[in-house]
C-alpha cells in the first residue's frame, strides 16, 4: 500500500506524544500489510466524512484517510476519535 500525507496530517502528527507517535507508525505499516486487519479497526465514515474511512491507532486517537485507488491512499488527519465528529 503507497501512504501519501496531507499537511494537516504531518502537522498533527508531529504534536504527538513519542510514545503514540511510535505506536502509530507501528499501526501504519501494519496497515500497509493489510489495511483491514481485526486490530486496525478500519472502517467508513458517515454523514459529512462520507466517503472517507479511519482506523484505530488506540482507543482514543484515529488516522482518517481516503483511498485514492487500490493500493494508494492519502492520510488526511490523526487525533482523538472525535475529531471527525
Known amino acids: 500500500m503507497n501512504v501519501s500525507y496531507s499537511r494537516k496530517f504531518l502537522k498533527n502528527a508531529s504534536k504527538l506524544p513519542k510514545k503514540l507517535f511510535a505506536l502509530a507508525e507501528e499501526k501504519e505499516s501494519l496497515f500497509r500489510e493489510n ?9 467508513k465514515l ?11 491507532i488506540n482507543y482514543h486517537y484515529r488516522i482518517k ?5 487500490d ?7 490523526i487525533g482523538l476519535h472525535d475529531f471527525y465528529e
Do not use: M, Y
Not at 458517515?46 to 484505530?56: S, T, V
Not at 484517510?65 to 485507488?69: G, H, I, K, T, V
Open 71 to 77: 493500493n494508494c491512499v492519502l492520510f488526511l488527519d
Open 65 to 69: 484517510f481516503l483511498f485514492l485507488s
Open 35 to 43: 489495511s483491514f486487519h481485526p486490530s486496525l479497526r478500519t472502517h
Open 46 to 56: 458517515h454523514g459529512k466524512e462520507r466517503g472517507l474511512w479511519a482506523f484505530w
